[in-house]
């Protein structure tokens, strides 16, 4: 059975940084692509951004472009987001996800493994 733990969330004031941990066990770690989505209150779930597991090509959704950085070590079988110039906006619970093959995506219902999901609240 595939797990996926989510750590690093917080609180933070405007302009600060965060660095999630996703731990995944349980399976082929290096055969997912992992992504990492965010959901507000009252929000529906959003993607932030994904890596492959092969050539570690990541990809971001425009609002955290430049800001978001994730990366992966396969050797560990965690993926990180590192998280700059944070903003009120930002505020929400994050989760991580993983993706069997190599193709990434952005669309939620296309990730099989998901975290519980960790608190981020951004102060302003």
């Known amino acids: 059975q595939v797990q996926l733990v989510e750590s690093g969330g917080g609180l933070v004031q405007a302009g600060g940084s965060l660095r999630l941990s996703c731990a995944v066990s349980?399976?082929?770690?290096?055969?997912?692509?992992m992504g990492w989505f965010r959901q507000a209150p009252g929000k529906e779930r959003e993607f932030v951004g994904c890596?492959?597991?092969?050539?570690?090509?990541?990809y971001y959704a425009n609002s955290v472009k430049g800001r978001f950085t994730i990366s992966r070590d396969n050797a560990k079988n965690t993926v990180y987001l590192q998280m700059n110039s944070l903003k009120a906006e930002d505020t929400a619970v994050y989760y991580c996800?993983?993706?069997?093959?190599?193709?990434?995506?952005?669309?939620?219902?296309?990730?099989?493994?998901w975290g519980q999901g960790t608190q981020v609240t951004v102060s302003s």
């Open positions: 996800a993983a993706r069997r093959g190599n193709y990434y995506s952005t669309v939620s219902g296309e990730y099989e493994y």
């Open positions: 349980g399976g082929t770690f290096n055969t997912y692509v």
């Open positions: 890596i492959q597991w092969s050539d570690f090509n990541t």
